[in-house]
C-alpha cells in the first residue's frame, strides 16, 4: 500500500507547480508514508521500492532527500 500511495504523491507532485503549500503538503504526506513503512516489518526488497518511490515523489518535486 505504501508504494502505491508513494505513485500517487508522485503523480501529484508533478502537478502542483510552484505553489509551495501545496508542495510542502505533498512532501508532508510522503514523508510520512515513508517514515512509516521503514518502521514496518517489510522485506529488503519491499523497503528498496518504497525507498525509490520516495526518491522519486523528491525529484518530482525539484528536492532530494
Given at each position: 500500500?505504501?508504494?502505491?500511495v508513494?505513485?500517487?504523491?508522485e503523480?501529484i507532485?508533478?502537478?502542483?507547480?510552484e505553489?509551495e503549500?501545496?508542495?510542502?503538503a505533498v512532501?508532508?504526506?510522503a514523508?510520512?508514508?515513508?517514515?512509516?513503512a521503514?518502521?514496518?516489518?517489510?522485506?529488503?526488497?519491499?523497503r528498496?521500492?518504497?525507498?525509490?518511490?520516495?526518491?522519486?515523489?523528491?525529484?518530482?518535486?525539484g528536492?532530494?532527500g
Open positions: 500500500v505504501s508504494i502505491r508513494l505513485e500517487m504523491l503523480h507532485a508533478r502537478s502542483v507547480g505553489r503549500d501545496r508542495r510542502a512532501r508532508a504526506q514523508d510520512s508514508v515513508f517514515e512509516g521503514r518502521s514496518a516489518d517489510l522485506q529488503e526488497c519491499d528498496q521500492d518504497v525507498a525509490a518511490r520516495y526518491r522519486a515523489v523528491l525529484d518530482a518535486l528536492e532530494t
